[in-house]
Nanobody, 125 residues
């Protein structure tokens, strides 16, 4: 049974930093890409960042490039999202997702097979 468990969300002010974690179980970690997506109620789920747990390649959405950093720890089967210089528009529910990796990092949520339950991030101005 595949499980992705996110943690680390919460409340912060604009300019602050937060770190999210996603711990995976039931998958061969290095064979999967893990991605972070975010969703505001009533809107589509948007890509944030992804990482290949095989070779460490990363991909970022333009909206977070230079502010967010995705990283992975294969010893802990965990992926992290370090979020710096947070803005009110970063407020959303953040989801971790896993995709069996044929090689190319993808940003479409439809291509991810497994999802976590989400963690709320709220940034005040």
């Amino acid at each position: 049974q595949v499980q992705l468990v996110e943690s680390g969300g919460g409340l912060a002010q604009a300019g602050d930093s937060l770190s999210l974690s996603c711990t995976a179980s039931g998958i061969t970690f290095r064979s999967y890409d893990l991605g972070w997506f975010r969703q505001v109620s009533g809107k589509e789920r948007d890509f944030v960042a992804a990482i290949s747990n095989d070779d460490g390649r990363t991909l970022y959405a333009d909206a977070v490039k230079g502010r967010f950093t995705i990283s992975g720890d294969s010893a802990k089967d965990t992926v992290y999202l370090q979020m710096n210089s947070l803005k009110p528009e970063d407020t959303a529910t953040y989801f971790c997702a896993a995709r069996f990796s044929p090689g190319t990092l993808r940003s479409s949520p439809a291509l991810y097979n497994y999802w976590g339950q989400g963690t709320q991030v709220t940034i005040s101005s």
